[in-house]
């Protein structure tokens, strides 16, 4: 059968003007493998090998960025603004499970035995439209199998990171991981540990962005990655669980890492573990306070926001609008899936209820009063605490359904204060 890689035009131009310089150049990476599989990449996916070094080709090209020239890579901007990378055939001299050191080779055969699937091994010559295949990536792609490039031992001590990436890419391409490659990636689980916290962060970005992140995260499960990354914050949880953070919005990150910690959470109270645990990898104070805030409202209302009015409205109080939304997406995603504890009913009560308020005015908080601290010292309150502790006591008023939030009503309750002070 012939092979069609329709590579953009500003990647075949680069291409062009490498090899008319003499410089062998071929596309490599996941966008060759994506295109085979007859999903194209985004263009700025697009990577190239060549034989050119990183000091021939900043000569060559007139806008280039040094992305990281003591392993070859150059970013060079193609006619369409976009950056491309373009390495230098590479072949590993020493690795540390972490980076390698590395040297540049005379040919891309040795370039390609150095990665680490074979479905990621393979390379697209886009002047000749030709595929170079020399591990047998495309039998394996088309077979749904993913197999490591040469002893799956020896590449995954080559770079732990492999170990996350192979999960990922089973998991989100639907593939089954070959005897030998789940023996090899499962004795280097532990090397996990030796990697920083920044690159385990990344790789979670992408399996929560994805479209279905629950079938890595259970590779990961059956792993030991994800108690290796993760430590005692979570338990392992069934599938049809962690199918619940497939039903949140892929846009969101952080929501769907509440929802993953909340399906297999030890401890429900503890949130200063899972704060600390989220610190460790990275994210920002905005990201960590976010993802805690989301998970207090577990996967669906508990027995105090069923209660009553009042709790209700003190609990959105501590939680802010905001705040409330993103555990009512929780709780939408926990409904999708089946695994709301409460059921669709209970879920139907807390929201329609706090929507019900929001649209009536209830109020948040002391500034959303119908009066303010100006209107007591009118009536000839003295400024100080004793007009912070008045207008909490309206606000719970407000919330008991014991006055309504209008000037009038409120001014009433002031005057009964007065009295009981008079």
Not at 159 to 168: E, S
């Amino acid at each position: 059968m012939k092979l069609r890689l329709d590579v953009p035009e500003p990647v075949f131009r680069l291409a062009e003007q490498l090899e008319r310089e003499g410089f062998e150049t071929w596309t490599v990476g996941g966008a060759v493998r994506d295109g085979l599989r007859g999903r194209p990449a985004e263009r700025e996916d697009w990577d190239l090998a060549t034989r050119a070094t990183p000091a021939q080709m900043r000569r060559l090209f007139r806008r280039t960025v040094p992305l990281g020239p003591e392993y070859g890579t150059v970013g060079v901007f193609g006619e369409d603004g976009t950056l491309y990378e373009i390495t230098t055939f590479r072949h590993d001299v020493v690795t540390y499970g972490r980076k390698a050191v590395v040297s540049f080779a005379e040919t891309v055969e040795e370039d390609l035995s150095r990665r680490d699937f074979t479905i990621n091994a393979m390379a697209w010559h886009p002047l000749e439209k030709r595929l170079l295949d020399p591990h047998g990536g495309l039998r394996d792609l088309r077979d749904g199998i993913l197999r490591a490039v040469g002893d799956p031992s020896e590449r995954f001590r080559e770079d732990y990171l492999r170990v996350l990436r192979g999960l990922r890419f089973a998991g989100s391409l639907g593939l089954k991981i070959e005897p030998a490659t789940w023996a090899g990636l499962g004795s280097a689980v532990p090397g996990l540990a030796r990697l920083s916290h920044e690159r385990i962060r990344e790789e979670l970005v992408k399996v929560l962005t994805a479209p279905a992140p629950s079938g890595t995260l259970v590779l990961y499960q059956h792993s030991g990655a994800l108690e290796q990354i993760l430590g005692d914050v979570v338990a392992p949880v069934p599938q049809a669980v962690l199918a619940t953070v497939d039903a949140v919005s892929r846009d969101d990150f952080e929501l769907r890492l509440a929802v993953l910690l909340l399906c297999g959470r030890r401890d429900p109270h503890d949130a200063s573990a899972v704060a600390e645990l989220l610190t460790r990898l990275r994210l920002s104070r905005a990201e960590v306070e976010r993802t805690v805030a989301a998970m207090s409202g577990r996967l669906g209302p508990d027995a105090s926001l069923l209660a009553g009015a009042a709790e209700r409205r003190r609990w959105v109080a501590r939680m802010g609008r905001e705040g409330v939304r993103d555990v009512f997406r929780v709780w939408e995603g926990a409904l999708a899936a089946g695994t709301a504890p409460h059921g669709k009913d209970s879920v139907r009560s807390v929201t329609d209820a706090i929507r019900r308020d929001w649209r009536e005015g209830v109020p948040v908080s002391v500034a959303e009063l119908a009066i303010a601290g100006r209107d007591l010292v009118a009536r000839g309150w003295k400024p100080g605490p004793r007009i912070g502790e008045a207008l909490q006591r309206l606000l719970e008023a407000v919330w008991e359904d014991a006055a309504p939030n209008r000037r009038e009503a409120l001014l009433e309750r002031v005057a009964t204060m007065e009295e009981e002070h008079s």
